[in-house]
């Protein structure tokens, strides 16, 4: 168990629609990481938040967003979805900034586009 | 951005010892070095990390020469349960430089 949670853990809906993921880190880590992992596929970075702030912002369609509260968990909100968007949607948080790639990663959550 | 490069997959036998080599000829000075083990469905899970020489805990060493161009992940006696893919990747998510995630290496340990 890493410490980071993740809701849902499944998620199936219909094309057009939007869903919300729901990412808490471990406690005391500030930085959470969104990633995407579709069948057979390395792993996507999404973006990176710290602090509140967005720090870092890979391959994140501008369909997708994401945003970090005060109490650091982090919601990635997914809309107008295709059967493309179908993953595994991976959060991960980390202690501090400046202390490399070790990075704790969540289930995940899978979802699944109709 | 640090590109590495890695074997698509490997296959190995228990209790042998097995190194995953990966080579990343444009690391910068800030990166560092790390190794990712991910099992089916699940997420990754960090091995080791390093900046230079050698580097022992208990479960990997991580071995990278004085250029650093590359770098081998050495996993002793494997088990069945060291089936799964591998992660090398270069960078310093710690300071904003994005990591970049390829395909890894996927281990296959046969009785």
């Known amino acids: 168990d890493s410490g980071v949670t993740q809701t849902p853990k499944h998620l199936i809906t219909a094309t057009g629609q939007r869903v919300t993921l729901r990412c808490s880190p471990r406690?005391?880590?500030?930085?959470v990481y969104w990633y995407q992992q579709s069948l057979d596929q390395g792993l996507q970075f999404l973006i990176q938040?710290?602090?509140?702030?967005?720090?870092a912002k890979g391959n994140i369609l501008e369909r997708f967003s994401a945003q970090q509260f005060p109490d650091l968990h982090s919601e990635l909100n997914l809309s107008s979805l295709e059967l493309g968007d179908s993953a595994l949607y991976f959060c991960?948080?980390?202690?501090?900034?400046?202390?490399?790639?070790?990075?704790?990663f969540g289930p995940g959550t899978r979802l699944t586009v109709l | 951005l640090a590109k590495t490069t890695q074997p698509i997959s490997m296959d190995s036998y228990e209790g042998q010892e097995v190194n995953i080599t990966c080579s990343h000829n444009?690391?910068?000075?800030?990166?560092?070095i790390t190794w990712y083990q991910q099992f089916p469905s699940q997420g990754p899970r960090f091995i080791i990390q390093?900046?230079?020489?050698?580097v022992t805990n208990e479960v990997a060493s991580l071995f990278i020469p004085a250029d650093r161009k590359s770098s081998t992940l050495s996993l002793p006696r494997v088990s069945l349960s060291d089936t799964a893919v591998y992660y090398c990747?270069?960078?310093?998510?710690?300071?904003?430089?994005?990591?970049?995630w390829g395909l890894g290496t996927s281990l296959a340990v046969n009785p």
């Open positions: 406690s005391g880590d500030l930085s």
């Open positions: 990747l270069v960078g310093n998510a710690g300071n904003n430089r994005k990591l970049i």
């Open positions: 390093g900046y230079k020489t050698k």
């Open positions: 991960a948080s980390s202690v501090v900034q400046g202390r490399g790639n070790e990075q704790f």
């Open positions: 938040y710290y602090n509140g702030e967005e720090r």
């Open positions: 444009n690391i910068a000075t800030n990166d560092y």
